[in-house]
Each structure stands twice: as C-alpha cells, then as structure tokens.
C-alpha cells in the first residue's frame, strides 16, 4: 500500500514525522492531497495535554485546504482536480440535533483532529458532502474558512442588527474571526483583550471601533464607549473561566452574552443580575456549510483580509520544530500555516 508523510501528536509535547497508509475511501468519500493546514487554539491544547475530550496518539489538523485527488460520482458539483476545503465536523445525520439543521452540535460528533484523526498529513479521505468548493480563493486563504466560519457561526447564532454596539471579548484567531463578521453584519464592534498589541490589530485589521483593556477598569471604559448602555450582544472568545464569569457583568439590559470559548471548567453567575437583565446567554459551537459560504462571500469581496491574518508559515518538513516556537508568546503568532507542496 502507498505510504504518505503524517505528523502524529504521540503524547503531550511530543510530535513525530512518520510514514503512514494513504487512506482508502469509502463509498461517499473523496481523497484529497492536503495542501494547506491551520493551526489554531485546538492543536496547541492538544499538545500541551488540556484539551477536553482527547486521546493520543492523534493526528491533529481540522483547518484544512487541498486538492481532491479522487472522487466518484456525486451530486456536489465536485470533480477531481478540485481546489476545496474541509468542513471537518463529522455528524451523524440522524440525532436530534441533525434533524433539526443543527449538525454543528450532533450528539455524536466527531471533529476531525479531535475525536479521529485530522489533516496534517499528506492525504486524507473526507466525505464528499464535508467538502466546498472554493475556486477563485488562494489555496493559503482556503484553510482559514474554519476558524472564521466559527466567528461567522457565532455572529448568525446571536442575531445581530446593524448598528448595535458588539463586544468580542479576545484577540486570538477565533475572537478576531467574530469581529471581522460582526463588522461585516454592521455592527459596532469593541474588541476587548489585555494585549495592546493585539488591541490594535483588532482596530486596523478588523475595523473595531474601540479597544478596551481588561486589565485597566474594563466596564468603565465600556460604560464610556454606549454612553453608558453597555453592549447589546458581549462575545466570549476567550476560553478563559475567569474572563467567562466576568462577562455577565459587561451586556446591557436586555442583552446577549454568547460563549465562543470553550473552557474545561464550571461558569457560575449571580442570579439576581442575570434575572434583572433579562440576559439570554448563548453557546455557539463549530459551524455549518451555510457559514463558510458566509465567509467564501466575505474573502471574495475583500471584506477580510487573510494576507495580513496569517502571521507565519512553515513547510511541512519544518512544522514540528516551528510548532513548539510558535507557542511561544515572543512569536507574536495571530494565525500560522503549515504547507505540503509537491
């Protein structure tokens, strides 16, 4: 059988470049040569041993962009030779939740690069169905539809109205995915983080309108910013417990708090003040197919700006000793790409 290069995460903090089978489809499935992979907030948890609901050894990468190597007939639209990116939520179809349109919570998912094993590897088979077509966009630009489909996912999930004055609480990746689309929804947006480095990105790459610290009074400066209205709609993006429970405190009367964020932990908050502020609290979990179209449209019409997204790069053959020095803070990584040429 052909054997193709795979990076496996054997155990926390240690990764190793193997040989492994190019995978077989079955039928409904394409197998695609991976040409682009996102690193993202998971694969670091991974490593370094604390994300939920994880085995080794695994194959990490669920942001991905490549080529469909083969593919039978199917009622896609796809055909080999096909520039695609997957949509790495693999659900059940049958469930609760599926049946109502909500494959992005299936009772029973399995997220590629977390419950089996992922893209960062040189081939890999996906069901036709978990693949979208992206011709016209860098194949670079295509592995980075998931983790704005997320924020794109968060904005539908909270309804926004034009003009509402928006947090996102974190300036990682995903939170700076949830201002791009809020922005795109017309909002107006308050990045709020502790970084004022990244504070500032937020305001030229995303178009926030305000930047609040969160270390230097953070419902002051949000009072001043409404008028003293606070946020319609606060976004957590964090995955940080203590930021979580502090968010209750920042949504106006009559306003959402929305969990983008997932943390490995409980989240308490004073009933009285969630009672007198009627807050509906929300939790917005991976994406669909209508979400990443969202995004297709938004990378299209330049309504996000992926070149200066994107932060740092690595061939293949160098992304093991590149991954342990992007998880330093001093790299100022926003958003790094792993690329398979040849």
Not at 79 to 93: K, S
Not at 134 to 163: C, F, K, N, Q, Y
Not at 178 to 207: P, S, Y
């Amino acid at each position: 059988m052909t054997k193709s290069r795979t990076i496996v995460c054997e155990t926390p903090f240690r990764f190793a470049m193997t040989e492994t089978d190019r995978p077989v489809t079955k039928p409904g499935e394409a197998l695609i040569r991976i040409r682009r992979i996102g690193i993202c907030g998971t694969d670091i948890h991974a490593f370094q041993g604390n994300q939920p609901f994880f085995t080794y050894p695994r194959i990490l990468g669920h942001e991905l962009s490549g080529v469909i190597e083969s593919i039978g007939d199917n009622e896609y639209g796809l055909a080999n030779g096909d520039e695609v990116a997957v949509i790495p939520y693999l659900e059940c179809g049958t469930c609760i939740a599926c049946r109502r349109g909500k494959t992005n919570c299936c009772t029973k998912m399995k997220v590629l690069g977390v419950h089996e094993d992922g893209g960062m590897r040189e081939y890999i088979a996906v069901p036709a169905d978990h693949l979208i077509k992206t011709g016209g966009i860098p194949i670079e630009h295509a592995a980075m539809l998931e983790p704005l489909s997320i924020g794109a996912h968060a904005v539908r999930r909270a309804d926004l109205e034009p003009g509402e004055n928006v947090l996102v609480i974190g300036a990682g990746p995903i939170g700076l995915g949830v201002m791009a689309c809020a922005k795109d929804r017309g909002a107006n947006v308050i990045a709020m983080d502790i970084n004022e480095e990244r504070l500032q990105f937020c305001k030229d790459w995303a178009g926030a309108a305000h930047a609040v610290n969160a270390a230097n009074e953070p419902l002051k400066q949000l009072e001043s910013v409404t008028g003293g209205e606070l946020p319609t709609v606060v976004f957590d993006a964090t995955g940080n417990a203590r930021s979580m429970t502090s968010a209750f405190d920042y949504a106006a009367h009559g306003g959402k708090l929305v969990y983008v964020g997932l943390v490995k932990s409980d989240i308490t908050f004073h009933d009285p003040d969630f009672h007198k502020k009627e807050l509906t609290l929300l939790a917005s979990r991976n994406a669909t197919k209508e979400d990443f179209r969202q995004v297709i449209r938004m990378v299209k019409t330049k309504s996000v700006d992926l070149d200066r997204y994107i932060t740092h790069r690595a061939s293949f053959e160098n992304a093991i000793d590149s991954f342990e020095t992007w998880l330093k803070p001093e790299s100022k990584v926003i958003k790094a790409v792993v690329s398979i040429d040849g």
